[in-house]
């Protein structure tokens, strides 16, 4: 979900860059070198990968702020399931460890996943 | 014994730094063979098809190159760079974000689903098997009649620019060996060999750009004479006939752009940037050839690490032939940008045009003698590479998927017997393509391939992105939607191809509402009419559940519940059957020593190991399918990666 967000983040980057570009060679042919031009597009998209890191990161913390609640409130029925299957206390802690570690990996991945 | 053939013994200054060239490379390439037959263990599904899954990041990043480049970017990209710019070059600059969704994206959900082929991946997400025999036939297809003609096609032209010799005595030489070590080695050996063979491609490659610009003036020289390269003879012998307009031959305006107008443009930008995309997703993510290296890796931050250094070697391809092939028109404008057709059949023996040539005539009229040698190992490097890759992909292809369907109790030995064997049928077949070749001399085969490949593509792309990403999408869906997108691409194709692509002079009869749209634009089009034909029918029809798609589907990729795999049933009817078959069956022991040396020479195993118990399975397939990183080095390929897109971000930015 945040990977396919930050693909059309970066395909927007292209487009309003593209644009950009075909309207600066209809006014005026040597007015920005294209080395600037590289620049200036390189800094809209460091900008734009900042943004999304941004936002995942704050998206991820709401998530997290809620784990513990959740997880505390989990705790007691695990104790009253204790005495049925103890495969079912394994299946939900690796839960538990499966939700954290996408939130962490996405976390680290969108850093350069902005595509 | 390769130089022997191919070191010209005409030209006797060539000869001895031919032969001296030819002769370290096939050794190290002899060595690297020998060593991959001792270490790997070849007789074993994994080992032959997989390398033992022990690849590390560089022959990963060099053989995903080198398999993708083959001769046919050589000449297909100067030649296009000679006859319209710099936006062929968009081809390759794509890619590079592309390498980076299938390192980051793909491949994890590839590994944890434990898959070996593609059609397999879609077999165990989706369940029945008729998505899997289509997938398998359409690659088939694909590849023989697109990657292999296109690069044969490429190093006939080469051989005969530059040789002048017999098609047939030179191609029938090259692709027997490279059908040696093909079979020999398996994908370790292929691997180690295309690591050499890049080394081998870029060197070469950047000593010719190196005299081609020195020969024009530098980079500012080629920008400047580009425009005004122009033939002399531009009136037509038979103007009852028909007349020259004077934007047959001279350069286009937009030449020196890697973004054209929408509407007017040869690659329009829209297409360039999308369109190329969505081709490049069947290509690079879902396309057996380049997944099968990455699954060799030892680990995911080894196949992201190797995805990264591909992505910085797919940087060169505009300054190593594009730019080349715009040299070649700016000094042999008379032959290159030739444009009367009975001149240009004189030229290079076909009356649509020349541009072809252009790399070539570099090669042949611009390097001093024994550097010529070295260009040709060049191009039988890249044309070795590429093709070896196809044979070794599509041999996986046919052993795993229809084979183990028409004989379920094939063991590991007879699945690698049948491997080999079919590529000996590939070579057998691509041998007797060579008339067609000939025949489709045009200079048109090149841009045949890139259309037919945008008219079939792109239903595949579209399948394998949703397989991936929405849970939701179940069988029927995306059968109907790869028959559907099928049938809409042959529409299109099967009229352009009987209509013929006609050329600048003599325009094609193709009625514009067929043939109107370009072809990239048509790939974009396709690709989501077939999603949304995918994502309608699959809503309309039971959803697959969850518990089906652990470790399918990149939400779920890192899902430690167990699976209940929807092909569970058949491979378990499979199981039994190579069981039952091991007991029946007497164990022979190799006596003779000349069966011995051959079970070795072609990486058989004589003994058979006996078929693992189901703990034992589970305990593999867990250690294989595991997509854990350390943290250390993942963030400093994620940071490699940014740095690589911002590259590429202001390359594009800057040609634009």
């Known amino acids: ?115 | 014994v390769g130089f022997l053939s191919v070191c010209p013994p005409t030209v006797a200054q060539a000869m001895p730094l031919c032969v001296y060239i030819h002769v370290i490379i096939e050794s190290m390439i002899g060595c690297l063979v020998f060593q991959s037959m001792c270490r790997t263990n070849r007789g074993t599904v994994g080992g032959y098809f997989l390398a033992g899954r022990s690849m590390i990041w560089w022959p990963v990043g060099a053989s995903l190159f080198a398999s993708n480049i083959g001769s046919g970017h050589f000449v297909g990209l100067a030649g296009t760079g000679a006859a319209n710019g710099i936006a062929v070059g968009g081809f390759e600059w794509n890619a590079l974000f592309i390498v980076l969704l299938l390192g980051w994206v793909f491949v994890p959900v590839y590994l944890t689903a434990g898959v070996i082929t593609m059609p397999q991946y879609l077999r165990k997400r989706f369940g029945g098997s008729r998505i899997r025999l289509y997938l398998s036939i359409i690659s088939l297809f694909l590849y023989i009649f697109t990657k292999v003609s296109v690069d044969m096609f490429s190093g006939a032209v080469f051989i005969q620019q530059a040789l002048g010799w017999n098609i047939y005595v030179a191609v029938i030489a090259l692709l027997s060996i490279t059908a040696l070590y093909t079979v020999t080695g398996g994908l370790a050996a292929l691997m180690y060999t295309d690591t050499v063979q890049t080394l081998v491609m870029i060197a070469g490659a950047f000593v010719l750009m190196g005299f081609s610009f020195n020969e024009v003036g530098g980079y500012d020289g080629l920008f400047d004479t580009y425009m005004q390269a122009t033939p002399s003879l531009i009136e037509s012998p038979r103007p009852e006939e028909y007349n020259i307009s004077a934007q047959c031959y001279t350069p286009r305006p937009d030449a020196y752009n890697l973004l054209r107008s929408p509407i007017t443009g040869d690659l329009p930008w829209p297409g360039v940037i999308f369109g190329i995309a969505v081709v490049g997703c069947w290509y690079w993510c879902s396309d057996q050839v380049i997944v099968q290296r990455c699954l060799a890796a030892k680990n995911l931050t080894h196949v992201k690490a190797g995805c990264i250094l591909c992505g910085y070697l797919k940087l060169l391809p505009m300054f190593l032939m594009v730019f080349p092939g715009m040299i070649s028109r700016v000094l042999y404008p008379d032959e290159v940008a030739c444009v009367v057709p009975e001149k240009c059949e004189e030229i290079c023996g076909t009356k649509v045009g020349c541009s072809n040539i252009a790399y070539p005539k570099l090669v042949v009229t611009l390097m001093p003698n024994g550097l010529r040698g070295m260009m040709l190992a060049v191009m039988l490097a890249a044309l070795m590479s590429s093709l070896a890759s196809i044979f070794n992909s599509s041999s996986t292809l046919f052993t795993m998927d229809i084979w183990t369907k028409i004989r379920p109790q094939a063991r590991d030995r007879e699945l690698m017997i049948v491997g080999r064997v079919w590529v000996l049928c590939i070579v057998a077949v691509s041998i007797a393509w060579i008339p067609v070749v000939q025949a489709a001399q045009s200079g048109q085969l090149f841009d045949y391939i890139q259309s037919v490949t945008s008219y079939l593509a792109p239903p595949i792309a579209s399948v394998f992105l949703l397989a991936v990403f929405v849970k939701r999408v179940n069988e029927p869906g995306a059968f109907w939607g790869l028959i559907g997108g099928l049938l809409i691409g042959l529409a299109r194709m099967i009229p352009e191809f009987t209509y013929g692509t006609g050329s600048c002079l003599f325009p094609s009869a193709c009625p514009s509402i067929i043939c109107g749209v370009h072809y990239l634009y048509f790939a974009i089009i396709l690709f989501f009419i077939t999603a949304v034909f995918v994502l309608i029918i699959s809503y309309c029809t039971p959803e697959i559940e969850e518990r089906h798609l652990h470790r399918l589907v990149f939400s779920l990729r890192n899902s430690k519940e167990p699976r209940d795999d929807l092909d569970a049933e058949e491979e378990e009817h499979m199981r039994k059957a190579r069981r039952e078959a091991a007991e029946n069956g007497t164990i022979k022991s190799s006596s003779s020593p000349l069966r011995r040396c051959f079970s070795w020479f072609c990486g058989v195993d004589s003994s058979q190991a006996p078929e693992p118990t189901e703990e034992e399975m589970a305990a593999a397939s867990k250690q294989l399918t595991d997509i854990s990183e350390d943290p250390l080095w993942k963030n400093i390929v994620n940071a490699n990666a940014l740095v690589m897109m911002t590259v590429a971000v202001f390359l594009w930015a800057h040609y634009a």
């Open chain 1, 1 to 115: 979900m945040k990977k396919t967000v930050a693909t059309l983040l970066l395909l927007l980057a292209f487009f309003v860059r593209t644009a950009v570009a075909q309207t600066d060679k209809v006014s005026a042919q040597r007015a920005i070198p294209p080395w600037l031009t590289g620049i200036i597009a390189v800094v809209v998209f460091l900008f734009l990968v900042f943004i999304v890191f941004i936002v995942n990161k704050m998206w991820c913390e709401g998530t997290s702020v809620e784990e513990p609640a959740e997880s505390n409130q989990g705790k007691p029925p695990d104790g009253a399931i204790q005495n049925g299957t103890s495969l079912e206390v394994v299946l939900h802690d690796m839960r538990d460890e499966g939700y954290d570690n996408i939130c962490l990996e996405d976390d680290a991945k969108v850093t350069m996943t902005a595509m």
